[in-house]
């Protein structure tokens, strides 16, 4: 999948002064620790993962079944405050074509984004569905989130 820029600024809370004030040959660790518990809180599926930070960029490397479980942990680390780059090596056991991404700007909504990608604002749900469980409601979206933005086929 490659390398995906988030806005390093923007997104979840994750990282505590634990990972902050800790000396700076420990911090990547625990922020590293930090995101892997998030990945397991969200419930996001996997059969092995690693994840690596070097400063604020992050690498993934393991095995998933699926090409949307590898968009979905690439988007709920990437969409942490602190997160500049997420670098994806995971291999994927069954590849389908890439989701789409889309950053949300201000003042945009679900619907708006979904008639600029589908043509229809009512397939607003197909967008929310695809970014479960990191979004849990279709209005509490902001500004600089990454979101996948699936094929109609999925």
Known sequence: MGLFSFIKDAGKKIFGSKEAEAPTEERAELK???LLEHV???GLKYKTIKIRLVGDDVT???EVEAQEDAEKIVLAVGNVEGVDTVDNLMTVADPK???QYHTVEKGEWLSKIAKKYYGD???YNVIFEANKPMLEHPDKIYPGQVLRIPN???
Do not use: H, T
Request: charged share 35%; glycine share 6%; aromatic share 0%.
């Open 32 to 34: 590293a620790s930090a």
């Open 121 to 123: 604002a009512n397939k």
């Open 97 to 99: 074509p890439e989701a």
């Open 60 to 62: 993934l490397e393991g």
């Open 152 to 154: 109609l086929e999925e």
């Open 40 to 42: 397991k809180a969200l």
